[in-house]
Each structure stands twice: as C-alpha cells, then as structure tokens.
C-alpha cells in the first residue's frame, strides 16, 4: 500500500475526535500535522501555504491532501487558507464555500430549503423584528445563535417577555440570534455520517436528563445508542452531504409526533467519540480507508 501525504489541519486545541482519526491516519499516511493559527500564507508571483512546525517553516503544499478540521472560531482565517489549496488544486475534504455555509445556521437551513429539505422554520432575529411579529410567535420556540456550535447558543423559550429578555442581552453582546419553530418529539434526536457517499455509522441520541428540550451528546445525561436509518433518512443524509460538497459530513435529524422528519444541523467536523461508543465500530477508521480510497482514485484520473 502505498503511502501518501496527508496535511491535517486543526486549531491547536483540537478535540478527542481529532485525536482519534489522526492515530488512523498515522498507520496509511505521511502526515503533517499544521495549526490553524500558525499558516502562513504568501501571494506573490505564486501562492505560499507553510507554517513553522518543530522549529522549522514547512511547506504545505507537499501533500495529497488536506484534511481539515475548522471550526466557527476560526472560519475567517480558514477561508482564504482552504482557499489557496483550491486554487493550487490539492484536494481538500470541502470547499472553502461550505465553511461559510455551516458555520452559518441561517444559510444552512436556507440552503436546505431550496432544496425540498424539510427544517424548522427559521426567522431572523433582532429587537426590531421581535416587536414587529412578537404577538404572531407561536411558542414555545429554539433561539439560536447565528454561529453557535457544538449546541452552545441553543435556548428553549416559553414567552415573550422571556424572549424580549433575551434577545436584548444577547444585542448588547453584539450576537446575531434565529428564531426556530418547537418541534415537538420524543426527546430524541438521530446523527448519521456521510463519508465519500457511504454512510459510516449512525446513531439515535436519547435525553434522560429531566426537562430537557435536545439532544446533545455533549451533555453527560444524553446516551447514544445503535440505530439503523431508515432508506428516507439515508436519502436525506446522502442529499444533505452532496448539497455542501463535504468528505465527511454528520447529518442531525428529528423526528416529530407526526413522524414527519426534520433536519435541525449539518456539521463539517462531526465528533465520533459517542458514534463510536454507540456502534461499537472504529469510526475513525471508517472515515481514513474512505479518504485513502478518494485519493487513490483522484491519482488514477490524473494519469
């Protein structure tokens, strides 16, 4: 098996998820492993991506490709960065124009949308829309934050003088919020990942904490458990991942009382520490035979 060159790209404080695929990635590939923080890009009669690893500015456009990781945090920087490896023609496992997207709530459910992809319906929020329309909210309703990630930034709102509250808080904070319609389910959730057009594990997230209104695996009291999709919930993951072009991509479903289903976010960087648990499969590996085998068959097309 031949060995190729992978340049993984993270902030400096990278996550478990991070850690587990880059320990698969050591046994198939040469890895670089750059930060974020540190890219040093270079426009002059040509284009220059390097950074200082161990003491030493290395270039990184000697790869085959780039497999980043980049979160809300750091997507302004990040743009022009996957940008430059777009232009130089190294693969990378998204465009630079899916960072902008689901990094963005309100672009990403607009993009569902156009696409017959049934999702909350979603209002741009601040002070002055708020009093033009509060008297028609129906709540309950989720405030969002714009950019929010990793469930931080998710409020469950019950009335209006709450909601007046909060936004006014938030505002203050300079924080640009969505209004998104309640759906009522059973306390339950479904993630499932998209890797190069298979589906590489898929789970049902459960809330047991008492009172709580989502799921989010990062709270200790949610479980992961073992869950088959369906073949409409295949079809809508494998849409949702075409739709923003993305390598890997974790696709987060609800279902309602009506069992009509809802996609409520789409994730670039899903984490698999829970998937992992929950199926009992080394997911990391999933997602490294698939990249390996993308980059073999890009090599053949290039002969």
Not at 275 to 283: C, F, H, R, S, V
Request: proline share 3%; hydrophobic share 40%; charged share 25%.
């Amino acid at each position: 098996m031949k060995k190729y060159n992978l340049l993984l790209l993270t902030p400096k404080n990278f996550a478990k998820t991070t850690q587990l695929i880059k320990e698969e990635a050591n046994n198939v590939f040469i890895i670089t492993h750059a930060f974020i923080e540190n890219v040093i890009l270079k426009i002059g009669k040509k284009i220059k991506i390097t950074s200082v690893i161990d003491g030493v500015e290395t270039d990184l456009t000697k790869t085959d490709y780039v497999f980043a990781k980049i979160d809300s945090h750091r997507m302004e920087r990040a743009y022009p960065i996957i940008n430059a490896f777009s232009l130089l023609g190294i693969p990378t496992n998204y465009p630079p124009e899916t960072i902008t997207i689901v990094h963005d709530k309100f672009l990403t459910n607009m993009l569902l949308a156009k696409n017959n992809i049934a999702t909350p319906k979603t209002i741009l929020a601040n002070k002055e829309t708020i009093n033009l329309i509060g008297k028609k909210i129906k709540f309950p309703i989720m405030l969002k934050l714009k950019h929010g990630s990793g469930g931080k930034g998710v409020m469950y709102i019950e009335d209006i003088k709450t909601l007046n509250s909060v936004v006014s808080s938030l505002e203050s904070l300079k924080q640009t919020m969505l209004i998104q319609e309640f759906v009522k389910n059973k306390g339950e959730d479904i993630r499932i990942i998209v890797c190069c057009d298979e589906i590489i594990g898929s789970m049902k997230r459960v809330i047991k904490e008492k009172g709580a209104t989502r799921s989010n695996l990062k709270n200790s009291k949610n479980i992961g458990e073992k869950y088959e999709p369906t073949m409409d919930l295949k079809r809508i993951a494998f849409k949702c991942a075409k739709l923003i072009n993305a390598d890997v991509c974790g696709v987060d479903i609800i279902e309602d009382v009506n069992r009509q289903y809802y996609c409520i976010e789409l994730n670039i960087n899903p984490g698999i520490v829970g998937l992992t648990k929950a199926t009992e499969l080394n997911i990391a590996k999933r997602i490294i035979d698939k990249i390996y085998l993308k980059i073999e068959d890009y090599k053949k097309h290039l002969l």
